[in-house]
């Protein structure tokens, strides 16, 4: 019998909130030690490393947000809707638009692995509800634990600016402490009602939803060290260095003069010199051939 005087079923596996973190702790420190993620925590970060990141995760945060809006009132779900204090989908909008500028949605990659996650959401919210809770444990239980720590690292290591632009996704701005707000989450996880095979069921969909966040990382590393990319991927972080956003701009010309606008004026530079020196080899090839006769 529950506080409501409501019958609830005799479960064997204790709190979900207890078990949910029981079950994942071993996909926890698998997904920690992915090679994303220990470079990204050693501060080894380029833009070109995070703007993947931010891309995955707005496709992630925009099926998850997709199918919560369409279950907000299933009993499986309800208790833990929190649009205003957890929902992410806009803070990515804004950093992406900042990143990438205007066309970010025309730009933004989704790797296979960010697809397979997406379309797991989807089947979830659609077919089987009563697991979504999972999924929302494992994101946004997660971004307000650790990800307050990568929200730093990211700051220092792409020199951001203080007033947190590109980092509005770490910013929960509703949520005032973060422990007691997860405290308050987990009280209302524990509060759904449910029998043991469908707890048992959800602590497999938790697993389940660290792994795609596991493949989603090692598609990126996988992206990130591409060799031609590589290029790219060092014009950024020396660029970076280049510019402190923080001092050089203000709010609005941060936008403007920001990482896209610098990466094309390189991108150009760089073109200029490469055909400067197709030319030079060529027209010494002809007089080295005209001596030679
Ligand atoms: C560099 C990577 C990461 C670091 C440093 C990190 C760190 C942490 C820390 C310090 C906590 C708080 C533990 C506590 O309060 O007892 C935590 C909790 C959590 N993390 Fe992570 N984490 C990382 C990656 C991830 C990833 C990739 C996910 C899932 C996508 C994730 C999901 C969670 C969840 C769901 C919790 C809440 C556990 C609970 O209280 O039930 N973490 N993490």
Not at 82 to 110: M, V
Not at 155 to 163: E, G, I, N, V, Y
């Given at each position: 019998m529950d506080a409501q005087g409501t019958l609830r079923a005799e479960s064997t596996l204790g709190d979900l909130s207890e078990a949910l973190k029981e079950a994942t702790k071993d996909v926890h420190v698998q997904a920690e030690n992915t090679e994303f993620m220990r470079n990204f925590q050693k501060g080894q970060v380029s833009l070109r490393d995070f703007k993947l990141v931010m891309s995955s995760l707005y496709y992630i945060y925009e099926a998850l947000e997709e199918e919560i809006e369409?279950?907000?009132?299933?009993?499986?779900?309800?208790?833990?809707?929190?649009?205003?204090?957890?929902?992410?989908?806009?803070?990515?909008?804004?950093?992406?638009?900042?990143?990438?500028?205007?066309?970010?949605?025309?730009?933004?990659?989704?790797p296979e692995a960010t697809r397979r996650y997406v379309e797991r959401l989807q089947h979830v919210g659609q077919q089987e509800p009563e697991l979504l809770v999972a999924h929302a444990y494992t994101r946004y239980l997660g971004d307000l634990s650790g990800?307050?720590?990568?929200?730093?690292?990211?700051?220092?290591?792409?020199?951001?600016?203080?007033?947190?632009e590109g980092l509005a996704f770490f910013s929960f701005d509703a949520v005032s402490s973060a422990t007691k707000f997860k405290q308050l989450y987990r009280s209302r996880m524990?509060?759904?009602?449910?029998?043991?095979?469908t707890k048992?069921?959800?602590?497999?969909?938790?697993?389940?939803?660290?792994?795609?966040?596991?493949?989603?990382?090692?598609?990126?590393?996988?992206?990130?060290?591409r060799p031609e990319q590589n290029g790219q991927l060092n014009l950024e972080k020396s660029e970076l260095r280049k510019q402190d956003f923080s001092k050089a701009n203000g709010p609005t010309s941060t936008r403007e003069n920001g990482p896209k606008e610098s990466q094309k004026q390189l991108a150009m530079g760089v073109s200029f010199l490469r055909w400067a020196l197709i030319f030079s080899v060529a027209v010494l090839s002809v007089a080295v051939g005209l001596y030679a006769l």
């Open positions: 369409r279950n907000k009132e299933h009993p499986a779900y309800a208790p833990v809707y929190f649009p205003l204090e957890l929902h992410r989908r806009a803070a990515l909008e804004e950093d992406l638009q900042y990143f990438y500028g205007p066309s970010w949605k025309q730009e933004i990659p989704c990800g307050q720590v990568l929200k730093k690292i990211a700051q220092k290591a792409l020199h951001l600016p203080a007033s947190g524990n509060s759904i009602d449910m029998d043991d095979s048992a069921r959800i602590l497999e969909e938790a697993k389940t939803a660290f792994l795609l966040n596991i493949k989603v990382f090692e598609a990126l590393q996988e992206m990130a060290s």
